[in-house]
């Protein structure tokens, strides 16, 4: 605490060393003027001016200027821009309140961007969604889904069909941050990843970074996906929900006291095991089977004053599969998911300088319990953090804008617990490698505009991972055998490593249309998912560091020219990266998943590197909006133990990856919106030839990843339908139509090798299948709102 | 735990869509040598099985690798031959190789080309203790037990073959006529001329061999013993219907030829969807030295064969209520009911008789009547 008061001391006494040039500060919070909602990321600039500034997670923002009269112009995505003169002769607090588009011209016009901000800012590589946005693309099964919209963007990949996990510019699923309310989200897809965790009732923004990482972000490699949940309508009570196919979602915010505290409580939950429970026979043995999942997203935040604000969020969310089979009287109950919960602490010391406290607690966990008879197993796994966070965003001068803070968390890993009982006999094995680590970082940025042209954000990271007991190293001699063994007691570090982590972006500005922008960031990853199958599951395990299993590092170059055409209606970008990977982890050849030993003793490592292309067009005004999105990358991994050592095509290797995005403002009721998704096949392991061996028919494999399957492509159609509202009645309805793999293409999801008969008597069949998954399915949902 | 999710998802596909797919794999014209078999150090022959591995498509028989060369070297240049026994199948005399030397094989195939096994050294295999079985409620269960008290073997592998003795559901007196013009049933018949049943179709013999690969490992235990579940019975099958014997052969592998089998078994249990592992490159002892980078699958061990025998009788395993599921026909003698209803049955024995007239018979499906469709009725020379 004694550092945290130094710090507050001498920020607080920087402001005197800048008012002796005269110069003022407009500092305030930008928020919507319906629901009261701050605006995350809203330009505030001068007219006639290159300065602006962006308002932060909180909305807030402050801009310092000579004295003098100003009209400052106040923009957000899907707001009607505002106007405000002020004359800046004493420091002043003033907060925006835009008015949305949707109740002035009953249409919304959504653009994914700020004006010009694709071209103005240094930031590479980020791109911000609406939820709107998200909501007006065709949606499989009618459940609109932040990450399936996502992998529509360009470097971004789907990891595979109908799935929420996201490859980003050849980094593997694990690589990408995922905070909900700045806690780290672990498992993001409920039903196998088929759909993903976030309600998009609850989301109020969300925001994606694949390159030139910003220093407050670190711990993976790959991406930030940065989402902020709604703080709830603190001026009036809005219920909104929806009835879909599969599942349905209802929400309730409102003021708890009006402009001071407000609250919002979100629910989805998943039917299928209702609707398919009266037709299943009490009688059929496999009664009581069933699989469903539900989230609850709720937050609350009280306004003490103008300067201090308090936040409380949390998420639950849980899959549950129950398989029941009579006949053999066993009982299989899985249950599985995640749960957060956010603290958070706004303080603004002076019109300058603005701190967030956080402390975050999540959890993951995956439960599998089975009944026989009088038998009883249970497996338990999970990953738990506790985090306490320490931001600060400055503005001291009127070109720079500071971010610094501080990050710790405590980590526990619960990789699989047994414990079993038959009749009143329990056994509880001593086989849980049960870890524990702490991870720090503390950083410091500057956003720094060095003149009209040129604009800078460097930043610095420096971050520290330690591992501590309990934990045993073995000594083995060279057959592997081990014959020796260090013991560390619990809280007795094992090992610390540190990460430098530079991470610095550069912009130029050709003209007020065109800019080339440059990235360089180092990351370090402390945390590791590791699969041995193709494709990731839910029973995957986070590992952390050990003194085996060394942290991930990658370097990660890009280059970008960023071009708006037709006063902003069209972004367009081509961006170049190159990326290496270091310290890539991999299971051994043929490890399968059945000993009780420490899975890091059958961990490989290696390297990987990924470079590529970009290219972005984005029409964001007129009756047609939507993008196209196209990625020519190559992905490889080498690893010394793997493929004879010899590099191969990750299995996230996509040479071409395009994606087409249009919505149509068709009338006031009508809504149209089609995507259209192209993919290179995945690289895959094919076995070439077939051999007898020991009278067992045995496949001959290829090299690692040495074929492709049939290329991806898919078309999806959606229509919104909004009747006309009854002018007497506050409720506003919806209807969402959607259509996906129109054409009903079979994308195949895997291959493989069926066989018959004998070969010693020439009956023999193999015959190579495609399973295909998803066929076309059309959806209806009804959304409401009042 | 993961299996079950795996069962879920395949479920899941297998019952959404499923079609016929020709991957565009590449594979040259003739396959890799695939090289079976041991070289036996003890009494009896060693037998080496040489095959071609086939293109993902050729739908065919195994190609056998014929008229190769093949010999056993010994480090100080002794040389055995063996002998094409049958398409394939090279086999040696006894060799009772000198255990303080390294032998290897040496293989010269039609084109050509020669390939040869690393040198190995000799390997003890301790005998089989005992076979044992257990019964439980899913049938009976067969273990093979062994140890080595000087703690060498640790690595173990086993082939068995099965023979069991079984009976035709139904004895049968009667057997048809046939009209010489149609070819159909026109009658019956007795088979002996006093109308006793033909006992050489009673009782039958069957043998198969196992194609599965069985190995274990001590080397994690702290004494070189091994109780190994070799294979299961489930209740109510025939090779337990009367007498059954399991003759199991034990050899012991060296830890690369253990591992060498490990990577081969998770080959061929893969089935090669995304939910699988990897598959593992096998790590062969087999070389070819004209094409070092063509590739051979085959690792040639040397070690003793270890043999024992035992039999399990239905008598040991009370309520194992084989059913054989057979079922009889009552047919009336006359040509019209037996074309219509018993043209695809076996006559058994008669029921109803007028003086000695048979008018109606039973019949029954061919193999519940003639075992010898389904095995032999030559008594193996080892069988009680």
Same mark, same amino acid.
């Given at each position: ?409 405590? %980590? ?300 991806? %492509? ?73 | ?384």
């Amino acid at each position: 605490m004694k550092a945290k008061k130094l710090i507050a001391f001498i920020f607080l006494l920087l402001p005197h060393f800048i008012f002796c040039q005269n110069k003022f500060t407009l500092n305030g919070y930008v928020k919507d003027s319906l629901s009261g909602e701050t605006l995350i990321g809203a330009t505030v600039s001068v007219l006639g001016q290159s300065k602006g500034i962006t308002s932060n997670q909180f909305g807030f923002y402050s801009i310092t200027l000579p004295q003098g009269t100003y009209q400052f112009i106040c923009s957000y995505v899907g707001y009607v821009t505002q106007i405000k003169t002020i004359e800046l002769h004493t420091s002043i607090a003033y907060n925006f309140e835009v008015v949305p588009k949707i109740t002035t011209e009953q249409t919304v016009i959504v653009s994914s961007k700020k004006r010009d901000a694709n071209v103005k800012s240094a930031q590479m590589g980020k791109i911000d969604l609406s939820i709107n946005e998200v909501k007006s693309i065709p949606a499989f099964l009618g459940e609109i889904d932040i990450l399936k919209t996502i992998q529509l963007l360009p470097g971004i990949q789907s990891a595979g069909e109908g799935s929420s996990g996201l490859y980003v510019r050849g980094g593997g699923p694990d690589q990408n941050l995922i905070l909900l309310d700045d806690a780290v989200v672990y498992n993001t897809g409920h039903l196998f990843g088929f759909f993903s965790i976030f309600n998009g009732d609850a989301i109020k923004s969300t925001s994606l970074i694949k390159g030139g990482m910003p220093a407050q972000y670190g711990g993976r490699l790959s991406s930030v996906l940065d989402i902020a949940m709604k703080e709830g309508n603190d001026k009036n009570f809005v219920v909104q929900g929806g009835i879909g196919l599969i599942a349905s979602r209802f929400s309730v915010e409102g003021p708890i006291k009006k402009n001071k505290a407000s609250f919002i409580i979100s629910a989805r939950r998943t039917y299928v095991d209702a609707l398919v429970k009266p037709f299943i026979k009490k009688t059929n043995s496999f009664y009581g089977s069933g699989y469903y999942f539900y989230d609850l997203n709720a937050k609350i935040n009280y306004k003490f004053s103008e300067k201090d604000r308090i936040y409380l969020s949390g998420y639950f969310g849980k899959d549950k599969f129950d398989f029941i089979n009579g006949k053999q009287s066993l009982k299989v109950h899985i249950p599985w998911g995640n749960s957060t919960g956010t603290l958070r602490y706004n303080h603004v010391f002076n019109n300058r300088l603005f701190s967030n406290t956080t402390i975050v607690y999540n959890d993951y966990t995956f439960n599998f319990g089975a009944t026989q008879n009088n038998f009883q197993i249970n497996l338990f796994s999970g990953i738990r953090d506790w985090n306490v966070k320490e931001d600060f965003d400055l503005y001291p001068f009127t070109h720079h804008k500071l971010k610094f803070g501080v990050q710790y968390t405590y %980590h526990t890993f619960i990789p699989n617990v047994a414990s079993g009982k038959q009749d009143s006999v329990e056994f509880k094995p001593n086989n849980a490698q049960e870890k524990y680590a702490h991870e720090a970082a503390i950083y410091f940025q500057d956003d720094w505009d060095l003149s009209d042209k040129i604009k800078i954000n460097a930043g610095i990271r420096e971050s520290a991972f330690q591992q501590i007991g309990s934990y045993k190293i073995y000594t083995t001699d060279a057959d592997g055998n081990r014959i020796d063994s260090t013991v560390y007691k619990k809280g007795q570090p094992v090992i610390t490593y540190f990460g430098f982590e530079p991470r610095f972006t550069f912009r130029y500005a050709i003209n007020d249309e065109t800019s080339v922008k440059a990235s360089i960031t180092r990351n370090f990853q402390y945390i590791h998912l590791v699969s041995n199958a193709g494709t990731t599951l839910p029973t995957d395990l986070w590992v952390p560091s050990t003194f085996k299993v060394k942290p991930q590092e990658s370097w990660l170059y890009a280059l970008g020219l960023f071009k708006n055409y037709n006063d902003n209606m069209y972004e367009t970008s081509v961006e170049l990266y190159y990326k290496h990977l270091k310290n890539q982890i991999e299971y051994e050849e043929g490890y399968t998943p059945a000993t009780l030993e420490d899975t890091e003793n059958f961990f490989t490592f290696g390297k990987g590197w990924s470079y590529g292309s970009e290219l972005f067009i984005n029409k964001t005004k007129g009756k047609l909006t939507g993008w196209i999105g196209y990625t020519l990358s190559w992905t490889y991994r080498k690893f010394p133990q793997l493929n004879f050592g010899e590099k191969y095509f990750a299995k996230y290797d996509r040479r071409h990856d395009l994606s087409v995005v249009g919505i149509y403002e068709l009338s006031k009721k009508w809504k149209l919106s089609t995507t259209f998704v192209f993919a290179s096949g995945n690289a895959t392991t094919l076995p070439q030839r077939f051999y007898v061996f020991d009278g067992v028919l045995t496949q001959q494999y290829s090299r690692i990843n040495e074929y492709r399957l049939p290329a991806y %492509h898919r078309l999806d159609v959606g229509a919104i339908y909004t009747p006309n509202k009854h002018p007497n009645r506050k409720l506003k309805s919806e209807w969402a139509f959607s259509i996906y793999n129109v054409y009903n293409r079979k994308n195949p999801y895997f291959i493989y090798f069926d066989q018959d008969g004998s070969p010693y008597n020439g009956t023999l069949e193999v015959q190579a299948k495609q399973v295909s998954i998803f066929p076309i399915i059309p959806s209806v949902t009804w959304n409401f709102k009042f | 735990m993961k299996k079950i999710f795996i069962s879920i998802i395949f479920l899941v596909a297998i019952y959404s869509c499923k079609e016929k797919y020709l991957p565009k794999v590449q594979s040259s014209g003739t396959g890799y040598l695939v090289v079976e078999g041991f070289i036996n150090s003890g009494s009896g022959p060693s037998t080496i099985t040489l095959t071609r591995s086939t293109k993902v498509y050729d739908q065919s028989n195994i190609v056998y690798e014929r008229n190769a060369l093949v010999n056993i070297e010994g480090e100080n240049q002794e040389k055995f031959s063996l002998i094409e026994v049958s398409d394939g199948t090279y086999s040696s005399a006894s060799l009772n190789l000198n255990t303080n030397e390294k032998y290897r094989i040496h293989i010269t195939t039609q084109d050509g080309k020669e390939y040869v096994s690393d040198f190995e050294e000799v390997k003890f295999t301790p005998p089989i203790d005992s076979i044992s079985w257990l019964r439980n409620n899913d049938g009976i269960t067969i273990y093979a037990n062994s140890h080595d008290q000087q703690n060498n073997t640790k690595y173990y592998r086993w082939d068995y073959e099965e023979t069991w003795e079984f009976h035709s559901a139904f004895m049968s007196t009667l057997e048809y006529t046939f009209d010489p013009v149609t070819g159909q049933p026109n009658g019956i018949d007795y088979r002996n001329a006093d109308h006793q049943p033909d006992t050489t179709i009673y009782k039958c013999w069957k043998t198969t061999f196992s194609t599965n690969i069985n190995i274990a490992s001590s080397e994690k235990l702290s004494s070189d013993v091994i109780y190994f579940p070799l294979l299961e019975i489930p209740q109510g099958d025939e090779k337990l219907s009367v007498l059954y014997s399991i003759k199991i052969k034990q050899y012991s592998l060296n830890q690369s030829a253990y591992l060498f089998y490990e990577a081969m078994k998770k080959n061929t249990e893969g089935l090669g969807t995304i939910f699988d592992p990897l598959p593992t490159t096998l790590p062969g002892n087999i070389h070819c030295i004209t094409n070092p980078s063509e590739p051979v699958v085959g690792y040639v061990n040397i070690s003793e064969e270890q043999d024992k025998r035992i039999f399990i009788s239905n008598a040991e395993v009370p309520g194992w209520n084989y059913d054989s599921g057979c079922q009889l026909v009552l047919i009336d003698n006359n040509p019209d009911s037996i074309v219509k209803y018993g043209s695809n049955l076996t006559p058994t024995f008669p029921n109803e008789f007028r003086g000695l007239l048979i008018i109606n018979f039973y019949a029954s499906g061919p193999t519940c009547v003639d075992c010898t469709l389904s095995g032999t009725n030559a008594k193996p020379p080892f069988w009680p």
